[in-house]
Every structure is written in structure tokens, then in C-alpha cells.
């Protein structure tokens, strides 16, 4: 029949990219807003500071240390609380109650990296870092 001849058309509003959109790298402090969403943010070699918006459910951010780092970066979470684990030197490192992670200027290794994901009441962290004393939790 002539309906199984016909092909679907899919219309899009805006340009389709496929691939890399999903990396963003900073040059200034940012607040993260569900815009943000799903990015991971490649650091490179000046630290910023990086607020985390009131969690809700479904968040989710990365971070990697693309390059050594000049300064701390800093994520802070604000009044929202952090729990978890980041493998660092392989060891555990529990963080709970946490409301700022700083990572170290002279600890990052290249490949480092930390996630945050939300339920919409807290941020939960995981991560792995290479060497001891990368990533503080206060």
C-alpha cells in the first residue's frame, strides 16, 4: 500500500550538533543554573568558583582537570548539603554534610574528575582523584 512507502519527517527548531556540545570550559566564576545541566565542565588552568543552584531533581554536573591548575577551583553548594564518596589516592574519602568542594591547585592530576547529582533535596558526589590532598570537603 502506499502508506508504507511514506518516510517520516522530523522537524527541529535549531541547529542539531552532535558530539562535543556537551563540554563546556570555564573562563569566569559561574553559577549553574538547570540550563547547565548534564555539561561537564573541562578545567583548565585558572580555578573559579562554581555555585551550585538549589538542587532538583535530576541535576547532574562534571567536572574533569584538563591541564594543572593556577589557582583552587572551588564548587559551592550554598546553604545545600553534599554527600558521598570521591576515590582519592586510592582511598575513600566520605563527605557528608559538605557544602564546598575545593579542589587543590597543587594536587590535580590531568583526568581527575568529581560528579554531583541531585534527587532535589541534596547533592550526592562521587569521583576520583589521583593524588592525596587533591579534593577538600568543608
Do not use: C
Not at 559551592?76 to 564518596?85: D, P, T
Request: hydrophobic share 40%.
Amino acid at each position: 500500500s502506499q502508506e508504507n512507502n511514506i518516510m517520516s519527517i522530523t522537524h527541529f527548531s535549531g541547529p542539531v550538533v552532535v558530539g562535543s556540545d556537551s563540554f563546556f570550559t570555564p573562563t569566569a566564576a559561574k553559577t549553574l543554573t538547570a540550563k547547565d545541566n548534564g555539561l561537564t565542565f573541562k578545567i583548565t588552568t585558572t580555578g573559579y568558583t562554581y555555585a551550585l543552584p538549589a538542587p532538583f531533581a535530576g541535576a547532574f554536573y562534571r567536572f574533569v582537570m584538563s591541564t594543572a591548575l593556577a589557582t583552587d577551583f572551588v564548587i559551592n553548594g550554598g546553604n545545600s548539603l553534599m554527600y558521598g564518596s570521591v576515590d582519592i589516592n586510592s582511598a575513600r574519602v566520605e563527605w557528608a554534610a559538605s557544602s564546598v568542594i575545593t579542589i587543590q591547585d597543587d594536587k590535580e592530576t590531568i583526568g581527575d574528575w568529581y560528579e554531583l547529582k541531585s534527587d532535589g533535596t541534596n547533592w550526592y558526589v562521587s569521583g576520583s582523584a589521583k593524588t592525596a590532598a587533591a579534593a577538600a570537603a568543608s
